[in-house]
């Protein structure tokens, strides 16, 4: 029989021992209890500095009445109890913020634990904030300050010291107790399936894993032609799979703007790479065999296959007007709702809708368009106004519900006549 959900949590990582699991059978005996739980909150510390996937070094769990902490570099501990319980979907699996530590489960166990929870997008719904940090809603909800001085420890050092061990079980111990209350307090505004989108994302491996093919858009680039832009997808393309195969942050492999710049620059010779700056090794460098057969593949493709200029992606600009009163919108209907402006829209969607009333963004789509899409349509198109009075935004019905094809609404359609003329 599974313990209830609301069982009485731990005060604190200072009224339960601070030794960590590091043997087989240990960790057995302890999963076999944590099984009978509804929910377990989980937190990892992990280190990534100096390598392409994170580095695993502690796994924290608490079901609320006990907490423990899992040394993954234990020589031979077999975690295999500790992934069957991430795979159970009798139990809830509740993280903050919990993408890295996704990801890492992805990458250790295969799959993704599941079913989950994030109190960082259930802190959204409930007007919390946008990307909340975990200390700042422990703070708002809980009323406790958690102590923050091991943010910046190495975590693959061993031993960890009993402040170590305290400050990582204290995460799980205030998770484990926030879940509950966030998730009644969700319940009882009726918005529970406003997490379902969100989730669905979180649950989809795809979310935690870069296909090389499309590494090239992590890229901060601009003004690129289409030949430049095709050799640094490609080249981005391969230095992804270099840094994958040989676990190394993509920039050990090679730096951001070192490849911004073979694209541009397109050596043809080994002894152009001596003129590409912070090209590791110069024209002797062990990369530079690889990345001219890369370039040589590319000059074999077709026209075709050149994408449209990074410069002109986006060139089209809705009005101005229109992009600020949505922004106006969005802020008026998110407070309104106690919820992040995020979770309804991103500037990019704002952006997109202020062009088309068709726009595939998730605003036009489900409980999002009864908060807001359906209203912002109506404000592009003079149906409603908005108005301050007495220091607040109201919504104005207007009399006069003009066609979409008049007045208000069509700057797109002006813009298509002046292009015909």
Known sequence: MKRHADSVPLESASSVPTAIITDSNTL?????????????????????????????????????????AIDPLAKGLDLAPLW??????????????????????????????????????????????????????????????????SRFTDWSKRPLSNRQITYALDDVIYLAKLYPKIRQRIADEGRTHWLDEEYAKSNDPATYVTQPEEAWQR??????????????????????????????????VLRDETLIDLAGSNPSSIADFGAIRNFPGGKDGKLVAPILAVLHDVLALPDSALPAPASH??????????????RVLLKHVTDEHNIAPRLIASAD????????????????????RDVFGDVAIKLKHGQIALAVKKGRIQLIPQTDHSSPDHNSQDHNSQDHKGQDR
């Open 28 to 68: 057995r005996l302890t999963a076999e209890r944590l099984q009978q739980a509804a929910f377990l909150a989980v937190d990892t510390e992990f280190m990534r500095e100096r390598t392409y996937y994170p580095q695993l070094c502690l796994i924290q769990v608490s079901d609320g009445t006990e907490a423990v």
């Open 84 to 149: 069957a319980l991430m795979r159970d979907q009798t139990i809830v699996k509740v993280f903050h913020a919990g993408q890295q530590d996704m990801e890492i489960f992805l990458h250790q166990m295969g799959q993704l634990p599941s079913p989950i929870y994030d109190t960082q997008l259930a802190a959204m719904v409930c007007g919390l904030g946008d990307q909340v940090g975990y200390d700042k809603l422990v703070k708002a909800m809980l009323g406790h300050d958690i102590d923050k001085t």
């Open 219 to 252: 890229l901060k680039i601009r003004n690129m032609r289409p030949a430049a832009l095709l050799r640094l997808m490609h080249l981005a393309a391969w230095r992804e799979t270099e840094a994958q195969k040989r676990d190394l942050p993509r920039n050990r």
């Open 313 to 326: 992606q986006h060139s089209k600009k809705p009005p101005v007007a229109v992009m600020e009163l949505l």
């Open 349 to 368: 969607d704002l952006e997109l809708l202020a062009k088309d009333d068709d726009a595939p963004i998730r605003a036009l789509a489900g409980w999002r």
